[in-house]
């Protein structure tokens, strides 16, 4: 499985990016997906997953009600709608896929996304 990110990109605080991760390969083993970031210094952190059909997601606190993860499974692609965005959000963005069966975890290999105060 090979995971691509795109749109990234230096954006003012409130406004909004759209995040896309396209997978090829053996899509048809992909299970649950999810994004990720990691800002300068820090760990890498969750900010949102979702299963595979879609119809769960969680998201960390400090995203809820500003961030919508989705996919369309028919495009093998998942998405993530930054809306608010706050310099805080500044971070490599990574996608992220697990598996079925295996659980093995595949990363993209990251956008950057910069929210200029």
């Known amino acids: 499985v090979q995971l691509v990110e795109s749109g990234g990109g230096l954006v003012q605080a409130g406004g909004s990016l759209r995040l896309s991760c396209a997978a090829s390969?053996?899509?048809?083993?992909?299970?649950?997906m999810g994004w990720y970031r990691q800002a300068p210094g820090k760990q890498r952190e969750l900010v949102a997953g979702i299963t595979s059909g879609g119809g769960t997601t969680n998201y960390a606190d400090s995203v809820k009600g500003r961030f919508t993860i989705s996919r369309d499974n028919a495009k093998n692609t998942m998405y993530l709608q930054m809306n608010s965005l706050k310099p805080e959000d500044t971070a490599v963005y990574y996608c992220n896929a697990v598996a079925t069966g295996s659980w093995t975890r595949y990363w993209g290999q990251g956008t950057q996304v910069t929210v200029s105060s």
């Open positions: 390969g053996s899509t048809f083993s992909i299970d649950a």
